[in-house]
C-alpha cells in the first residue's frame, strides 16, 4: 500500500498520528475503511445488507453469527484506522512522510468512484449479474432437491 511504499513495514505499531503528515491519504483510507464497515453509500454496504438478508432468510443463527462477524469486523477497521492516524508521530522515521503523489490519487479516484457508485446504484452490477445467479440458484436447488 502507500505507507508500506514508503516505510516498508506493516507493523501497526510502528505508526501513529499519520494524519498529520498525510490528509490526503488520511481522508482516503477512511473512506475505504467506512466503506469495509458498511456505511450506507457505499459498496461495502450493499455487499453486507445483501450477505445478511440472504443468510437470514436460510437460518436466523446463521444470520446471528455472521452479525457477529460484521462486528469484529467493523471494531478491527475502526481500530487499525485510529491506531495508525491518529495520536502524536512517536516514530521519527515518520516525520518525513509524504503524502500521497499524484500518481497514487489517479490510482485511487476510480477506486472511490465506484465503491460510492455501486453504494448508490448497485444495479449497475446486480442488474446485470441476475439471470446468471438465478440460473446458478435454480441448478442448485435442482441439485439438492429443493
Known sequence: GVVYDRMHTREIAFYGGLTARMPWFAAIF??????????????GFIGEILTMTGIYQVSTWTALFAA?????????????????????ITNPKLKDIADIDKRELLIF???????LLLGVQPGLVLDYTDASVHALTSAYQLAIGG
Open 30 to 43: 477512511l473512506m475505504f475503511t467506512m466503506a469495509n464497515v458498511g456505511l450506507p453509500g457505499t459498496s
Open 68 to 88: 457477529s462477524g460484521v462486528i469484529f469486523s467493523a471494531v478491527y477497521a475502526l481500530t487499525l484506522y485510529r491506531n495508525v492516524m491518529f495520536g502524536e
Open 109 to 115: 479516484v476510480p477506486l472511490i468512484v465506484g465503491t
